[in-house]
Each structure stands twice: as C-alpha cells, then as structure tokens.
C-alpha cells in the first residue's frame, strides 16, 4: 500500500502563489493515479485537481481551473500542486490521495489518504 505525506502549506496573500508536494512511499506511485482534494472549516471535502497515472491526463474542479495546475514525477515519487493567484477562499486543510481506479472521487472506499496540510490564503 502506498503512504502519502504531503508539504509546503503556509500562509499567503492573496494573488501570490505555493507549491504543494505529496511524497509516495511504500508502492511504486506510478501505479496509482493521484488526485488533490481540499477541506475548509465546516464545509465537506472537495475535489481539486486529479493526474492520471502516467501523467498523461488530468482534470480539475471548477473553482481552481486555470489557477492550479497539477504534475507528478514517477521516479521521485512526488506529486505536485502549483496554486498560482490565490484567492482568501482556497483557505483550507489540503489532501493528496492515491487510487488505482479514475475517476478519483471523495467517496472511494479504495483512496489512500495522507494527512494534509493547511493552507492559509490572507485577503
């Protein structure tokens, strides 16, 4: 099974930029498609942005299209988040998850979580 730990949240102001990593250990990443996923105080857990296995194919949510842009290297084991213009409403815990099926979804009882970090986005 694959663990995931995911760096670089902090503090921003709004329209500057971070880049998240989500570190793979334990499986060979590049058998698992990996998605992002967000969660703000008191609000359900949302879809950000997923890549495909091989890096080939992508997609993400509505709010951050155009903003964030996701990446992967197979052969660090590393999958990126690069949240450019940020916006006070990008405020939230941040996820990367792991699943061997696509589409990635919240409610998939096969996802592999790790255990997030916050981003702080100040207006």
């Known amino acids: 099974q694959v663990q995931l730990v995911e760096s670089g949240g902090g503090l921003v102001q709004a329209g500057g930029s971070l880049r998240l990593s989500c570190a793979a250990s334990?499986?060979?990443?590049?058998?698992?498609?990996v998605g992002w996923f967000r969660q703000a105080p008191g609000k359900e857990r949302e879809f950000v942005a997923a890549?495909?296995?091989?890096?080939?194919?992508?997609n993400y949510g509505d709010s951050v299209r155009g903003r964030f842009t996701i990446s992967r290297d197979n052969t660090k084991k590393m999958v990126y988040l690069q949240m450019n213009s940020l916006k006070p409403e990008d405020t939230a815990v941040y996820y990367c998850?792991?699943?061997?099926?696509?589409?990635?979804?919240?409610?998939?009882?096969?996802?592999?979580w790790g255990q997030g970090t916050q981003v702080t986005v100040s207006s």
């Open positions: 890549i495909w296995w091989s890096g080939d194919f992508f």
């Open positions: 998850a792991a699943d061997r099926s696509w589409p990635i979804v919240v409610t998939s009882t096969t996802l592999r």
């Open positions: 334990g499986s060979t990443l590049s058998t698992y498609h």
